[in-house]
């Protein structure tokens, strides 16, 4: 299973843009696997991401919308993509300028092999 | 710490832990110093239970600081117990002035993840608290231990001279 999310970590490094990435223990909310650039501290970002996607979950369900599959925070200097996979979710941390398209598909991807 | 500078570091700590409380999002939160004094409390409402967890949380990290010293470790960041419906999160903080303990107790509306977060943000906030960079030469023992229990009890809960 490690060898799996390592992959699965690594594979989303890789792509254009991403500055890091990581697989977090959703009710925990503290990474698992991590592949983060230097100024970017993998706990915090996990402990917001996972809290985030939990509430975001709780108002889907409440307006009837069902599971929320991925979540795409963007801000004025990149952006956070968190796709859920059961117990873990994948977290995605990618400068303003990365192929978006490129990176939620990974993420999805990943996200279901761990699912 | 001594008895005269309760109310003054009492009142000093109220801002950082309703900042943790609200971020963090746990339900009970105590702070004690390492000789037992409650410093601030949140979520209690009887005293017996602010001086029964204040008691054990003293206990937990003195049998936890030994357990890691007879381990090689020489210090340990926090402990988490995590149960069916709420979890326990205690940890150390260390200052200039001693070591302080926080026990929090959450549930689902928060994490593991989320208390560590803003646990060291508390942490920090504390350390640079005047109340806490200067030693008065006054090292808690375990003889001072009940009295100072005592006394951080009677100002968090008023009534606790009463129960």
Redesign the interface.
């Known amino acids: 299973m490690s060898d799996i999310l390592s992959q699965s970590v690594d594979r989303l490094s890789r792509v254009s843009g991403v500055l890091g990435a990581m697989v977090?223990e959703a009710?925990?909310?503290?990474p698992v696997v991590a592949e983060m650039t230097a100024g970017v501290d993998s706990?915090?970002v996990?402990?917001?991401a996972?809290?985030l996607f939990?509430r975001t979950a709780n108002a889907a369900t409440t307006a009837g919308f069902g599971a929320v599959r991925t979540m795409q925070l963007e801000a004025d200097h990149g952006h956070v993509i968190v796709a859920g996979a059961g117990e873990l979710l994948v977290v995605v941390v990618a400068e303003r300028n990365a192929q978006l398209g490129l990176v939620r598909l990974e993420a999805s991807r990943a996200a279901e092999a761990l699912a | 710490m001594r008895h005269d500078d309760l109310p003054r570091v009492m009142e000093a700590l109220k801002p950082p832990i309703a900042t943790f409380v609200r971020e963090s999002r746990v339900r009970i939160v105590l702070l004690i110093s390492g000789s037992g004094q409650v410093l601030a409390q949140h979520g209690f409402t009887r005293s017996y239970e602010v001086m029964n967890v204040a008691s054990l949380a003293a206990a937990a990290h003195a049998s936890a600081g030994a357990l890691a010293e007879m381990s090689g470790v020489p210090r340990w960041k926090h402990l988490h117990h995590a149960g069916q419906e709420r979890q326990l999160f205690l940890a150390p903080i260390r200052t200039p002035v001693g070591e302080l303990i926080l026990v929090a107790i959450f549930d689902k509306e928060s994490s593991l993840g989320i208390v560590q977060l803003f646990f060291e943000q508390l942490g920090n906030t504390i350390r640079l608290l005047p109340e806490f960079q200067q030693r008065d030469g006054a090292l808690p023992t375990a003889a001072t231990f009940e009295r100072d229990l005592e006394a951080g009890l009677n100002r968090v809960l008023p009534e606790a001279g009463e129960a």
């Open positions: 977090v009710d925990a909310g503290v706990g915090p996990a402990a917001l996972s809290s939990r």
